[in-house]
């Protein structure tokens, strides 16, 4: 399990667990320096496993892929300031490309992620070729969804603040954070994901770690600013948005009116939509994002990239249960390509 160490000085050092995939290889020690990086920023709760369906994918396996736990996310180690935001966030990822030797990258933000990659395009825009942002975040919370947020928040603090743990509380706060991100829960997906992520969330987010399990995935989302169209105008790489219309905390109109903001800021930006997905749509519907990242990527990249390579596997699969997943998602995904090797051109 590849950690680094990273000595941020605002937010304190970080042991930052991270995988990087190559064309041939699903956990290299570095990046094919010849071809383009792609990054990846996971979203609240589950870590970069999020992304077993991108590093399954041939198509996108013909570019590095690279990603990494957030702080008190997934097997990263580290504390989290009671100021930790989207610009400390942004900071840790400098630190992570510095380590790692990585170039200016194209950046997948997921979510919450897709927060910390605007702020790294305008904060650090030399490490920044291209952002793709998948439910996207660039607006204030609305109110219904922080109160959401805000319950699911406190019920899993109150299941363990007592000397015995309410697992009913706890229970309620994992099917409202499912709830959120998720389409259906019970799909074959979200249930490897949510079971994979609970030891993780019973180390990170247990009694002597509420106050920064607060701060990490309440605070940091329903008490963000809006980024202004000064801000925004500092964006000089193209920008992908993506919506999913399954949403059920952010309606279309939500990305709307960022991508108009965008546009109003000069930026090069465009839209795309995916019919029922969820908010983590890079899950369930990978077999309909994938084909939209793959073609961003390729029309922002400058150099060959080798043709796909039947048979790649991702760091995780075996932690999921990768091959019975596969089986269970259906003529769609062999049809895509994703799983098949289908060349795209």
């Known amino acids: 399990m590849p950690h680094v160490q990273l000595d941020a000085a605002v937010a304190g050092p970080l042991k930052c667990h991270y995988n990087i995939s190559t064309p041939t290889e699903s956990s290299a020690k570095s990046i094919d320096s010849h071809l383009p990086t792609l990054l990846f920023i996971h979203g609240p709760f589950i870590a970069q496993e999020t992304f077993v369906a991108q590093f399954n994918d041939p198509n996108l396996r013909r570019f590095n892929l690279v990603a990494f736990d957030l702080r008190l996310h997934g097997f990263t180690e580290g504390t989290v300031p009671d100021n930790y935001n989207p610009c400390i966030a942004a900071q840790d990822i400098v630190l992570l490309m510095d380590a790692l030797k990585l ?5 997948f933000g997921l979510s919450m992620g897709s927060m910390i990659a605007l702020q790294l395009a305008i904060d650090h825009p030399s490490r920044v070729v291209s952002l793709f942002l998948l439910s ?9 969804v922080a109160e959401g947020r805000q319950a699911i928040c406190d019920a899993w603090i109150e299941g363990n603040s007592g000397e015995q743990p309410d697992e009913e509380l706890k229970s309620y706060a994992v099917e409202g954070g499912m709830e959120l991100v998720s389409r259906d829960r019970h799909s074959s997906i979200m249930e490897a994901l949510l079971t994979n992520v609970m030891p993780q969330a019973m180390t990170n987010w247990d009694k002597s770690h509420l106050r920064e399990y607060r701060i ?3 605070d940091f989302m329903a008490k963000r600013q809006p980024l202004t169209k000064s801000e925004l105008a500092q964006i000089k790489v193209p920008v992908k948005l993506v919506h999913c219309l399954g949403d059920v905390a952010y309606p279309v109109e939500y990305s709307s009116e960022f991508f108009r903001l965008l546009e109003d800021a000069g930026v090069n930006v465009s839209l795309d939509t995916i019919p029922d997905a969820s908010h983590f749509g890079c899950c369930e519907d990978a077999h309909l994002l994938n084909p939209i990242l793959h073609d961003f990527i390729m029309k922002n990249v400058k150099t060959e990239v080798p043709d796909p390579v039947e048979g790649v596997s991702s760091p995780w699969n075996e932690a999921l249960s990768w091959e019975q997943l596969q089986s ?6 062999i049809v895509s390509g994703i799983f098949s090797g289908m060349r795209r051109t």
């Not at 170039?103 to 950046?107: E, L, R």
């Not at 996207?136 to 219904?144: D, I, N």
């Open 103 to 107: 170039p200016s990258s194209h950046i």
């Open 136 to 144: 996207p975040l660039g607006l204030a919370e609305p109110k219904e």
């Open 216 to 218: 990490a995935t309440f």
């Open 328 to 333: 269970s998602f259906g003529e769609e995904f």
